[in-house]
């Protein structure tokens, strides 16, 4: 990693060494939102799903209780040992500390979904976006899944310390049509433990 990486990934390693999940301003005890965006029977068959920054999240959970293989990447690799903790060694996971800015290892199988939850929206820079897409047209199978879910046009400038990009349905329409076709989107307002209100604008696009 370069010196910018560490910076990035010292920060968040701070971040998850030092607070405890539910004072996280981003956690969910229910992730049941999330789950259920994905239209009914898209999650019935056996997938192998990238989650993309997966932190802490509960979503983890959910999803291996339903059988999915996981890939699970985070910067940070703090998040990963809580992680780790949490659910145990599990022979269906793949772990990777990788930031999504720079390219992803070789090695990694296609995947079927890619599950974002306000990660992108941590990524400034154009190049830095741009590499993430191109990871993501690497790695997900012809058919595959995309779910974004960042804060939206209304949703607060900075997060965990850091500023964000906001995002329209304009402006996620225009990185992935038209190689992904929407599928649906939404208007979420997630509230943090501490009761504030986070606007997130989510979508779910298929490549085509
Ligand atoms: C706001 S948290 C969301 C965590 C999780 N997706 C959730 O919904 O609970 C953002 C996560 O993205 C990770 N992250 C930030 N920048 C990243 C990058 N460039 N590459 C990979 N992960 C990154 C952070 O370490 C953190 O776990």
Known sequence: MNASNIDKQAH???IFSDKPDESLGWY???VSYTLDFF???LLDKPQTIFIVGAGTSQLVDGLLAMGYR????DISEAALARLRERIGEQKDIIWLAADLSHPL???LPAVDIWIDR???HFLIDNQ???NYFVNLYRLLKMNGYVLLAEFSESGAERCAGLPVRRYSLDDMNQRMLPDFALI???HYDYITPAGGQRPYLYALYQRS
């Open 12 to 14: 968040w390693d701070h």
């Open 39 to 41: 239209p009914p029977g």
């Open 28 to 30: 969910e005890r229910d």
């Open 105 to 107: 290892p070789n090695e």
């Open 118 to 120: 306000a990660v992108l």
């Open 128 to 130: 830095a976006i741009d």
């Open 70 to 73: 996981l890939i699970l990447n």
């Open 184 to 186: 649906k989107h939404a």
